[in-house]
């Protein structure tokens, strides 16, 4: 598994969903995926994108919400419903940009089947012939390509509610493989899709979902080779059923055990949900703080965060959301240096901790860098970073945003001394390394 440099120093991007379940935008905000009873989540789904399955579920609140509000109206006439009127991607781009989004991954067939761009074999089925009346891809890959970002494309390769066989998923059918289509014409349909979106697009992300049609497996050596070809920096992830990927993902809680590749992406939505949920509060949201944190952790442990924005039906991002994205931009203007282009500290140089205080650590060829956070009053701003002997020299304890700190060595590890630590939001702490020891 390699993956390019940009890839690796990228450390964090934005995933966008966005589709025809932007119109209803209704789930129960349930929790999250790996923490949720497997037996409670296909009927009550947390994730909005999933509203044509989840509202098929009798007796679902999903189902008795699309038969109250949408008399159980067809699921196809959110396409039409679906109108993007007020869709600015600059604006969005611009907010990504700032919050220190280095790559964009956006869906551009999810589970429903509505393509958003002019997809072969869609006939008038995607988002150029009806609703939106646009190719979103198109609109979006410019924005993000304009703003000197990567642009990378989501296939939903495993399921497809429209071209592929269409099963109202509830939990008990996981034992016949989710209900995904396998047949050697969803498979061509399928890669038809895909070598469009690298013809059209060259995507500098591969993303798929769910897996790969068993008909289509034999098909993808020729289309990663057709796909590096075309995007000679491209990366792929690993959910083609095994087939190959450059990095390995998790999603929330989920797959975990994937974070420890040597390459790999945690995904999550800003709430419980990918696309726009309008149940969801302030409550299940991350605040800035915790998406952070949670950005630090990752990058920490030499992962991306891949976190997610649900757009409105209407093309504005919620509120919520956007303020979400602020409280990491308004960060990462002062801290980007102990983030982007880093890599973990070597093994035992240095102790992270969860809890209070939390502690994180990066590295970069000269210098280690100590986020802390939640350092409790008790504690009079005084923090122990257990440290290895002899890495770290504390006389070159600098706070990246300009505040005083005072670093004297003890016998086990450094204590900082420092006003302000408390903060929810991380303090970060840059020492110079005493013994740059490369680390491959
Ligand atoms: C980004 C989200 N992905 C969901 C599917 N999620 C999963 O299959 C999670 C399981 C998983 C996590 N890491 C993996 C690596 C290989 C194969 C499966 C997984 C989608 O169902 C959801 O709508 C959204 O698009």
């Given amino acids: 598994m390699t993956v390019p440099g940009w890839f690796s120093e990228a450390k964090f991007g934005v995933f966008i969903h966005w589709g025809p379940y ?28 999933w509203y044509w399955n989840t509202s098929q579920i009798e007796g679902s609140p999903a189902y008795e919400h699309h038969r109250t509000v949408h008399g159980g109206r067809p699921y196809d006439d959110f396409l039409d419903a679906w109108q993007a009127e007020s869709f600015d991607p600059a604006d969005w781009i611009e907010l990504f940009a700032r919050a220190g989004a280095r790559y964009v991954v956006a869906t551009t067939k999810h589970h429903d089947g509505v393509a958003l761009w002019d997809a072969p074999g869609t006939g008038t089925r995607n988002t150029v012939h009806r609703g939106p009346h646009r190719d979103l891809i198109a609109d979006l890959a410019t924005a993000v390509r304009a703003r000197g970002l990567r642009f990378g494309a989501y296939y939903s390769g495993g399921l497809d509610w429209y071209a592929g066989r269409r099963a109202v998923i509830r939990h008990e059918d996981l034992i016949d493989d989710y209900g995904r289509p396998h047949e050697a ?17 060259r995507p500098d992300v591969l993303w798929n979902d769910i897996g790969w049609p068993d008909a289509g497996m034999a098909d993808l050596p020729d289309l990663f080779a057709h796909y590096y070809a075309t995007v000679p920096e491209g990366v792929v992830n690993d959910r083609w059923d095994g087939a190959h990927a450059d990095y390995l993902t998790s999603e929330y809680q989920a797959n975990r ?52 924005v649900g757009p409105k039906a209407d093309g ?68 122990l970073l257990k440290t290895g002997p002899g890495m770290l020299d504390p006389a070159t304890a600098v706070r990246l945003d300009g505040r005083p700190v005072r670093a004297d060595a003890v016998p086990d590890g450094i204590v900082v001394t420092s006003a302000e630590l408390g903060a929810p939001l991380p303090t970060v702490v840059r020492f110079a390394l005493t013994t740059s020891r490369s680390v491959d």
């Fill in 22 to 49: 932007s119109v209803p935008a209704w789930a129960e905000p349930t929790g999250e995926l790996g923490a949720v009873d497997p037996e409670m989540w296909f009927a009550h789904n947390p994730y909005a994108e």
């Fill in 185 to 201: 014409a969803y498979a061509a349909y399928a890669l038809r899709q895909v070598r469009d979106l690298i013809d059209r697009y």
């Fill in 257 to 308: 055990q994937n974070e420890a590749a040597a390459h790999w992406e945690n995904c999550r939505g800003i709430g419980l949900s990918f696309g726009f949920n309008r149940n969801e509060g302030p409550e299940h949201l991350l605040d800035p703080a915790a998406a952070v944190r949670l950005l630090v952790d990752v990058v920490s442990r030499g992962g991306n965060l891949l976190l997610n």
């Fill in 316 to 383: 504005t991002l919620p509120g919520e959301q956007r303020a979400v994205l602020e409280g990491i931009a308004s960060w990462t203007a002062a801290h980007a240096g102990a983030v982007y282009a880093t890599r973990p500290l070597d093994p035992g140089a240095a102790m992270s901790h969860d809890g209070t205080p939390w502690i994180r650590w990066t590295r970069d060829d000269d210098h280690a860098y100590a986020f802390l956070a939640d350092v409790p009053d008790s504690a009079r701003g005084q923090v």
